[in-house]
């Protein structure tokens, strides 16, 4: 206990015993929406939440995991796993990403921090280069503040700005990159105007150049490398929109996909390449699909890809990815630092943790669940399982991915006895819905809930609790609509909805270690992705720290 009376130690419940086993699952991307046939959770055989759905109606609610619930700006923000799993975690709401960012634009905070003083030690004789995702999407980026950014950075003595563009059609619609790159071009004309030389410099789909994430295709960052530091592709276009309109008319041509371009000038040299004494800035808010092109802008020693030439640059992050690597190690906003974690307190609790999923979700249920922090609080009470993902395929070609490995192996640890906590993220919902392949999303939710049945039969076997919720939707709405719900139709042919969407998520409790009694109160109906952390607590035979937002259950007499 420090000086100012701050103690790990939880107070008992009143009501509540300990020692019951819970087990925490999530299903990625796994919202709650109307029945129809884009609905591929309700399409699916999936008997086992069905039940759940249908048991008690005490123990079946459904909860809010998008906009102000989980952090973000406002509630047209969609919710997604990394401030979802944050929220779960913490117990708390924090400012995220975009909103971070908005504020330190807003305030101009941005410009007076470290970061942005490191990277400016470049603006007078050298280029700033800036590389993102070019969407108004605001699950990785928005083009916004992109231009905020343009500005910011001109006014502050920034003479040449190259902009190295990834079209998005994932978290957007597909086809909107062309209407995104004529704004951004606009806006590069109008910094011209004033006397800066800025530009776009290369581009590419951002599933195929630069965005990968877990280094499941090392390929993929190296495409943008190519591009965005050696200034070397493929295609060589004159201007982004140029480029961007003549590589979509290529057969199957989509704007995640789009190959990686340089742009050139006159006498065919590319504009933009990345040199000694350069600044680079990427300008993506989220994490999981920058950390790879951090670790090639950052490190020195990297075996991941032969980089060619390794110029001498000063880079830094929007926001910094990964805390416990510090990387990068200059970031132009500071992270929300979440500190007290669910996970924390209850592993100073003695409570034994297992945590589980394959390789697209094992940062959820540990880094992004520990509030941005990798590693083990307590390496003798925790024990962290990673299942490799299937790589080098896209998820529909596998949509059972890895959910029964995961049912598996989270089965044997409640069975071992060795652990009072179990949580686990099953990613096929998400990683599934994000292709837009109907039919195979159907396949991946049959799978999820048959793995969710595989570890709520191991909880019926030693008595325990379990706690079944997701961190935002996506596979039970599949399609684009209009505002009075219906299928928006484009040449005939309904346009699949590949992202994420602003449903609520179901949470159910339940289990024979389920004290008689417990139910989910009727007074919190806003209800959030935060509220589910004292739930646990709760569940524990703990009461919540103060601060904690309030239980989702009570137990009547």
């Known amino acids: 206990m420090g000086s100012t009376g701050f103690s790990w130690k939880l107070a008992d ?6 020692n019951k086993l819970v087990a925490m699952i999530v299903l990625d991307g796994w919202g709650e929406a109307s029945p129809d046939k884009y609905n591929c959770i309700h399409v699916a055989e999936t008997p086992t939440m069905d039940s759940l759905k249908n048991g008690a109606p005490d123990h079946w609610r459904l909860v809010r995991a998008h906009g102000t619930a989980v952090g973000l700006p406002t509630e047209d923000d969609m919710g997604n796993s990394e401030v979802g799993h944050n929220a779960l975690g913490a117990g708390r709401i924090f400012a995220q990403g975009a909103k971070l960012v908005d504020q330190a634009l807003a305030s101009g905070r941005i410009y007076e921090d470290e970061g942005f003083n490191y990277i400016k030690e470049s603006f007078a004789n050298n280029t700033l280069h800036l590389i993102g995702l070019m969407s108004d999407g ?3 980026s928005r083009l916004d503040q992109l231009q905020l950014l343009l500005n910011g950075a001109s006014e502050r003595g920034a003479k040449k700005i190259r902009v190295h563009v990834l079209t998005d059609g994932r978290d957007v619609l597909d086809g909107s990159s062309v209407g995104f790159a004529e704004t951004l071009e606009a806006e590069l004309a109008s910094l011209r105007s004033k ?24 390929e993929v960052v190296k495409r943008g490398w190519d591009a965005q530091v050696l200034g070397e592709a493929p295609h060589k276009f004159k201007s982004v929109v140029e480029a961007i309109k003549t590589l979509r008319q ?26 000694d004494g350069d600044a680079v800035v990427t300008v993506n808010f989220r994490a999981d699909r920058m950390t790879m092109l951090a670790q090639a802008l950052e490190y020195e020693k990297f075996d991941k890809f032969d980089r060619v030439r390794v110029p001498k640059i000063r880079y830094a992050g929007m926001l910094q990815y990964d805390g416990e690597l510090k990387l990068p190690n200059h970031y132009l906003v500071s992270p929300p630092l979440i500190d007290r974690t669910s996970g924390e307190y209850l592993v100073h609790n003695g409570v034994r943790t297992f945590a589980c999923s394959e390789t697209v979700k094992f940062g959820h249920v540990t880094f992004f669940w520990n509030g941005n922090r990798s590693g083990y609080f307590n390496s003798e009470l925790e024990e962290y399982v990673e299942i490799p993902s299937d790589s080098g395929i896209t998820f529909n070609v596998q949509p059972k991915m890895k959910a029964l490995e995961i049912g ?10 060795k652990f009072d906590q179990v949580r686990v993220n099953i990613p096929n919902g998400d990683m599934v819905g994000h292709t837009g392949d109907v039919e195979a999303t159907v396949v ?22 379990y706690v079944v919720t997701a961190d935002h939707g996506n596979a039970e709405d599949m399609v684009k609509r209009n505002k009075k719900g219906e299928p928006i139709l484009k040449d005939g042919e309904v ?14 409790i339940g289990g024979p270690g389920l004290s008689a009694g417990v139910r989910f109160r009727k007074d919190v109906p806003s209800g959030g992705l935060a509220n589910v952390a004292a739930t646990v607590m709760n569940l524990h035979g703990f009461v919540a720290p103060e601060d904690y937002e309030t239980t989702l259950i009570e137990v009547v007499d």
């Open 13 to 18: 419940h009143p009501k509540l015993p300990k």
């Open 195 to 218: 006397g800066i030389d800025a530009q776009v410099a290369s581009g590419g789909g951002r599933m195929y150049v630069t965005m990968d994430r877990y280094e499941n295709d090392w």
């Open 250 to 275: 290529a057969p199957g041509a989509n704007d995640q996909y789009l190959p990686p371009f340089v742009i050139v000038d006159d006498s065919g040299s590319p504009v933009g390449p990345v040199v």
């Open 138 to 140: 605001g699950v990785h």
């Open 495 to 508: 346009q699949i909805l590949t992202s994420h969407t602003l449903q609520p998520v179901p949470i159910a």
């Open 408 to 417: 598996e192996k989270t089965r044997d640890a409640i069975l071992s006895g």
């Open 444 to 465: 991946a939710c049959k799978a999820a809930d048959e793995a969710v049945k595989m570890i709520l039969d191991a909880v019926e076997q030693v008595g325990g609790i």
